[in-house]
């Protein structure tokens, strides 16, 4: 205020003015909002001073609770997984070690109940750790698939607000959900992004979802027994996690790089249905040809091979006429010349003596269409089926994401904490 006087530009001290009456009317009102709490602490304190000292709770104050219990557990509504995703056991290759743990602390405490008495009680912590691209999320669709209770799906994006002590409450809430169901699994996807290790110049936000973490995890204030749930995480950093949160992940499972069995196995499962003609022999050479590729790597060299047989009719300058009339590409992507006709009779080209374009030609010897893909009539075309040379020729362009180095830094963990999946 001591420089207003000194200012001489109309318009600058216009606005100088109106803001230093805006600050001054936020100043009164935080004022009267402390008055007021402070008033009414007081008041309960008063209230509560006859009786042992109890405080009285304010009218409308547990309306309010319930009302921002309700926003934070609608906030976490989108985390629960209606939709089965249709995964079963037998879609993952391989990982029979991680398949069995999973299996032990969601399938059968709910089938065979009988077999948890006494001390024997089912894994509350399973943590899957490797690779990236090994199938950790794929596991937990088979575990949302396969198992008879609800399933929440979470990642740090659901946890984490910008509101100072929220995030911590929607942790609170994501587990007081859970055990409202009874029996419940908690994956949380890239949980080292959540609770990495404690350091000295962390936020004092961060350490506190950690706590709650930790506290929730423990079950620490959980009434009944009964209701279990299973937190379930998944990692491609372990050794970045906080050395409590760790502890509290009773089984460490290793997911490591797929076995050739494995490897195979998942070629067959991406191809699906797709028409092909590829042996059993075809798979396993295939299997030796991706030697260090994840189930990712992997996916993407069969997606490249599934595209062949579109660039096959692409690149086709002829088509020709099988038994039942359909059209199929002829000579492209075997590595001979498209533009050498399938006999001597097949028009060479598609203009007219006077130089325009013409449609499709049909040979009056062999029945072959001279034209493109987009001068044939679409529905006469049979898309060829997938052969070797497709995955072979995909094969030898699919690199491995994972680096032989990085797989140290697993195997050095495993020994220490972990176990083989």
Same mark, same amino acid.
């Given at each position: 205020m001591a420089g207003l006087k000194y200012e001489k530009n109309p318009a600058t001290k216009a606005t *100088? $003015?109106?803001r230093v009456e805006g600050y001054m009317k936020r100043a009164e009102d935080l004022k009267e909002v402390v008055e007021k709490e402070r008033a009414a602490a007081q008041n309960r304190g008063r209230k509560g001073g006859g009786e042992g000292g109890t405080a009285t709770r304010q009218p409308g104050e547990d309306e309010k609770e319930e009302e921002d219990k309700n926003k934070l557990k609608g906030a976490l509504a989108s985390s629960i997984v209606t939709d089965k995703p249709n995964v079963r056991w037998e879609d993952v290759a391989g990982l029979e070690a991680a398949k069995e743990a999973l299996k032990e602390a969601v399938i059968l405490p709910v089938r065979f109940p009988q077999l948890f008495v006494g001390k024997r009680k089912p894994w509350r912590g399973i943590l899957l750790y490797g690779p990236p691209g090994t199938g950790k999320s794929f596991l937990a669709k088979a575990v949302a698939t396969e198992a008879d209770c609800k399933f929440f799906s979470v990642s740090s994006s659901d946890l984490v607000s910008k509101w100072q002590g929220e995030s911590e409450r929607l942790v609170r809430s994501l587990f007081e959900m859970a055990r409202e169901e009874g029996r419940a699994i908690i994956f949380i996807d890239e949980v080292d992004s959540l609770c990495g290790q404690r350091t000295e110049g962390e936020a004092d936000s961060v350490r506190r979802i950690k706590t709650e973490f930790l +506290? $929730?995890?423990?079950? +620490?204030g959980k009434a009944d027994p009964s209701k279990q749930i299973l937190v379930l995480g998944a990692t491609n =950093?372990?050794?970045?996690?906080?050395?409590a949160i760790r502890r509290r992940f009773e089984k460490r499972v290793y997911i490591p790089l797929p076995e050739p069995v494995a490897r195979a196995v998942i070629f067959k499962l991406n191809l699906g249905d797709t028409p092909h003609n590829l042996t059993a022999d075809d798979f396993n050479l295939l299997a030796e040809m991706t030697d260090g590729c994840s189930?990712?790597? *992997?996916? =993407?060299? +069969?997606? /490249?091979a599934l595209m062949e047989p579109l660039r096959k009719c692409k690149q086709a300058k002829y088509f020709v006429t099988n038994a039942q009339g359909m059209l199929t590409p002829y000579h492209s992507g075997t590595g001979e010349d498209p533009n050498v006709p399938p006999c001597p009779r097949c028009p060479m080209v598609l203009l007219t003596e006077g130089g325009e374009k013409q449609g499709p030609l049909t040979c009056q010897s062999c029945g072959a269409v001279r034209g493109g893909l987009y001068e044939i009539e679409s529905e006469r075309l049979l898309v060829p089926d997938i052969e070797f040379a497709d995955f072979e020729k995909a094969a030898q362009r699919a690199k491995p994401s +994972?680096?032989? /180095? /990085?797989?140290?830094?697993f195997t050095e963990w495993t020994t220490e904490f972990g176990q083989e999946g």
């Open positions: *100088i $003015q109106a +506290v $929730q995890m423990d079950g +620490v =950093i372990p050794w970045e996690l906080d050395p189930g990712a790597d *992997i996916s =993407i060299c +069969v997606r /490249e +994972v680096a032989p /180095e /990085e797989l140290d830094h």
